[in-house]
């Protein structure tokens, strides 16, 4: 099917992927596509490892991505992007959070978290954007904004205009939060310029 | 857009489209459907369609004890003619199943659905089991819907069906059914008058005479089933240009086949059970040779084997796991003598980078914390567990879980092995760990053994006043119903003193004090009569929890004893390690800590067992903004 497109948005529990990935399905279908979403999560609430499946086209049948299809690989957390590399096809683009969360069996000495995950996926033959998305949204006020400013990131890479990403993405606070709109607005922008600043230096 | 509770338009208009999960698509088919009754017991993957159920007008719903509680309260609602729903995780229906087997045999008068949800993959499972055996073993029709369209669809068709032939409908689901999104058309609701109960004992009332006459009509109705699959709208043949090889498959399986062989005939069996051998017949007709392809037991293969009919499928395919494309295509390649396409190649040599493990933890703050720490210091000793977040205790830096079968066992295996214990282990202590609303589901009838046998076993409730791991919902332990309302409460002390347990044995311990949790727990397990410990703090996750003032760790003081790292709590991180040597010659390994403060909040457990009292508040001015809770 290869008018449909695949996006991989992983991290772990808790850091927002699957809202994330609700919110490109929702645009995705806004502009009249067939959409599927699924996610490979287990028990993931309790901080493990989430990978969510996107795919949208003409019309989609499975719902996941085979490893080696996915066009876009959003990490929101350094090694967990670096662990689904291997979804991307060849010529694929990573956007990778450099910002690490460290899981209690390395502070337990058990195994060792990677020295540069950005690098290994570089040195695998990926090309990767990269930026400190965490740190990004910390400055904003709000480590949560992570998430709004992964979108951005993401935005001008998608097969349609960043401005309806970001709609869908404020319009969820419209009615509950007003008083995060700007917020948003912000960190979306702030996203958006993170990853053209990577692009630019790659 | 989305077709969630909350939303400006709720429930969505009839012909609207939305993008909904297949539990999401359940539900609101339920409610279209006109049920007046649906009743369930969280589970993954099928926590949802309960869960939405209940934010829909008109329905009453619930949260049972039990599965088997939820089947009987709903298969009570069709003999009172109302249609009916139930909702269970696969190894929930091994709890039900005793209901089921004779409620076969009475059928139902109004509508009655059941859907089944399994864990393909063993994402959030024990086990892997296929409940289509259920269709079979019962005698009952099931239905395989393949994404959230079919799931919405076929639960509507599963009520016509179940009325017609005055028999319960099971909708099999899996995870990749339940919780994927996809577009779905909603339609109208209709609501149904209902007939109210009718005196029949000759049906109702299953004593072995009026059973045995009923099992002919279960046969000749699972033939009349097996005529109505071979016409139903529900299976569906598509043919296709490449006939070499024909695919027999069922649920989500059928989008892989599609995907993975666009030119292929197809036999998609959505009324999958008793299955159609005539349309088998019609379509191996058609094609050179067949494969099914079946999630995860070969149901349909042996069936249609036995009917003389050469089929493929679990000799080339696997006979667990998820049937993804991925696994397809080298299968087919494979039997069809052929080699995979340059691309699929090149993406067979694309190996995953090595990267740790992130195996799921217990949450920062979390009441269990406490309680592994303290088990963990316990000596000789077999912790006997159960089933929700404190399974999680099995692992670093715990290590203080013993065993975990099914919902409850913990009672009944700690028995055993007081019971069986070696000779050289007289002195071994048996411990057994269960939540709040696992020891209602099925632990209560385990600890009533264990007293009226005389058990050497102490028994701990953790009781969170949550079903923790399906993400919180009530229970009769949280004293609110299923929207939230006030409800009727469990007292666990005066349950257990009911049960037979001894006043001085039950305590009510607050896991966040250390000490008295250890002393209690030592002096438990020495004394060889049934005692229970309760704690009774709530989940950090919940409305009950209220987060307190973070800590932090002072970098000079810490003397990387390494004490607060045992506490497991995802907030507390090693900065560095190292290893001295000490005066008397042993060497030591040092951790140096810091907290993550934003994600602390303040439960103090750390604190306890700091040697030199290196974790100390924050002070106010540097709080954060905004007091993030991870989860």
Redesign the interface.
């Known amino acids: 099917?290869s008018d449909t497109t695949n996006i991989l948005v992983v991290g772990?529990?808790?850091q927002g992927v699957m809202t994330a990935t609700?919110i490109l399905?929702?645009a995705a279908?806004?502009f009249g596509h067939?959409?599927?979403?699924?996610?490979?999560?287990?028990?993931?609430?309790?901080?493990?490892?989430v990978s969510s499946h996107l795919r949208f086209g003409k019309r989609?049948?499975?719902?996941?991505i085979?490893?080696?299809?996915a066009d876009l690989l959003l990490g929101f957390e350094a090694?967990?992007g670096?662990?689904?590399?291997?979804m991307l096809?060849?010529d694929g683009l990573a956007l990778m959070n450099t910002g690490r969360l460290?899981?209690?069996?390395?502070?337990?000495?058990?195994?060792?978290?990677?020295d540069d995950?950005v690098a290994?996926?570089r040195a695998?033959g990926t090309r990767v954007f990269s930026f400190d998305a965490s740190a990004i949204a910390k400055e904003l006020?709000?480590?949560?904004l992570g998430n709004t400013v992964m979108l951005g990131a993401i935005a001008d890479h998608l097969p349609f205009s960043p401005e309806v990403l970001e709609q869908c993405i404020l319009r969820r606070f419209a009615?509950k939060k007003p008083e995060l709109i700007e917020l948003n607005r912000r960190a979306f922008a702030a996203g958006r310029a993170a990853a053209a600043q990577a692009a630019a230096a790659n | 857009?989305?077709a969630l509770p909350g939303a400006?338009t709720w429930p969505a208009p009839a012909h609207s489209r939305h993008?909904m999960s297949g539990n999401d698509a359940v539900a609101r088919a339920v409610w279209e459907a006109g049920v007046r009754v649906a009743a369930g017991y969280p589970g993954?993957p099928a926590t949802e369609m309960l869960e939405v159920i209940s934010s829909y007008p008109d329905i009453y719903s619930e949260w049972s004890v039990n599965e088997k509680v939820s089947l009987e309260v709903a298969f009570g609602a069709a003999m009172a003619g109302s249609r009916s729903f139930c909702a269970m995780k696969h190894v929930g229906m091994n709890v039900a199943s005793d209901a089921l087997m004779t409620i076969t045999l009475t059928g139902v008068a109004g509508g009655l659905v059941i859907a089944v949800a399994d864990d393909v993959g063993l994402?959030?499972s024990q086990n892997e089991q296929d409940s289509r055996y259920w269709g079979r073993f019962a005698h009952l029709p099931l239905l395989e819907p393949a994404?959230s369209q079919e799931a919405h669809d076929f639960t509507l068709a599963a009520f016509e069906l179940s009325e017609r032939f005055q028999v319960p409908v099971i909708v099999r689901m899996t995870t990749?059914v339940c919780?994927?999104?996809?577009?779905v058309t909603v339609g109208e609701r209709t609501a149904r008058p209902v007939a109210g109960f009718t005196k029949d004992a000759a049906r109702w009332v299953m004593v072995p005479g009026a059973a045995g006459r009923r099992l002919p009509l279960m046969f000749e109705r699972e033939n009349r089933l097996r005529a109505e699959a071979e016409v139903s709208p529900l299976n569906v043949i598509e043919m296709g240009s490449d006939r070499r090889v024909g695919f027999i498959t069922s649920g989500?399986a059928y989008?892989?086949v599609?995907?993975?062989f666009p030119a292929a005939p197809v036999l998609k069996l959505g009324f999958s059970c008793p299955v159609p051998f005539d349309l088998v017949r019609s379509f191996a007709a058609q094609c050179d040779r067949l494969v099914v392809v079946e999630e995860v037991e070969p149901l349909i293969e042996t069936e249609v084997k036995a009917q003389g009919i050469a089929v493929h499928g679990k000799d080339i395919l696997p006979r667990s796991g998820?049937l993804?494309?991925?696994v397809l295509k080298p299968a087919l390649a494979k039997l069809l003598g052929e080699s995979l396409s340059p691309?699929?190649k090149?993406?067979?040599k694309?190996?995953?980078?090595p990267?740790?493990?992130?195996?799921?933890?217990?949450?920062v703050a979390c009441p269990h914390l406490g309680v592994y720490y303290t088990l963990a210091q316990l000596r000789n000793v077999t912790i006997s567990g159960d089933i929700g977040?404190y399974t999680?205790g099995f692992g670093?830096?715990w290590n203080a879980l013993d065993a975990c079968v099914s919902m409850g066992a913990s009672m009944g295996m700690a028995l055993g092995l007081d019971k069986g214990r070696a000779e050289a282990e007289e002195d071994k202590k048996i411990v057994a760990v269960i939540g709040d609303s696992t020891f209602m589901h099925m632990g209560m009838q385990g600890l009533l053994d264990i007293v009226y046998n005389r058990g050497n076993v102490t028994v701990m409730i953790l009781d969170n006043r949550a079903v923790g791991?399906t993400?919180g919902q009530n229970n009769p332990g949280t004293g609110r119903g299923i929207h939230g309302e006030d409800a009727p409460r469990v007292d666990f002390a005066t349950l257990v003193k009911a049960l037979g347990v001894a006043e001085e044995r039950v305590h009510v311990i607050d896991p966040y004090e250390l000490p008295t949790l250890f002393k209690t727990l030592r002096q438990e397990t020495k004394i060889a009569e049934p005692s229970v410990i309760i704690t009774n703090q709530p989940c950090v996750?919940g409305e009950d929890y209220h987060a307190r003032k973070p800590f932090q760790v002072l970098e000079d003081v810490c003397t990387g004893c390494g004490n607060c790292?045992d506490v497991?709590c995802?907030a507390?991180?090693?900065t560095r390690?190292d290893t001295v040597v000490k005066a008397n010659g042993k060497e030591v390994a040092r951790?140096f800590v810091r907290i993550e403060s934003?994600a602390c909040t303040g439960c103090g457990l750390c604190v306890q067992p700091c040697a030199p009292d290196a974790i100390v508040h924050v002070p106010a001015l540097a709080m954060p903004?905004?007091v993030?809770k991870?989860?």
């Open positions: 099917m772990t529990g808790g609700e399905a929702e279908i806004a067939d959409v599927k979403k699924t996610e490979v999560a287990g028990m993931a609430q309790r901080g493990g490892v989609v049948l499975s719902p996941q085979s490893p080696g299809t090694a967990e670096m662990r689904w590399r291997h096809r060849p460290v899981p209690p069996v390395v502070d337990l000495g058990l195994f060792e978290y990677p995950p290994a996926v695998a006020g709000d480590i949560r009615s | 857009m989305s400006a993008l993954t994402s959030s994404d990749r919780h994927v999104k996809g577009l989500p989008m892989h599609r995907e993975s998820e993804a494309p991925s691309p699929e090149a993406v067979s694309f190996a995953p980078l990267v740790f493990p992130r195996p799921p933890t217990m949450c977040c999680l670093q830096p791991m993400g996750l790292v497991g995802p507390i991180h090693v390690r951790s934003p903004i905004h993030v991870t989860s």
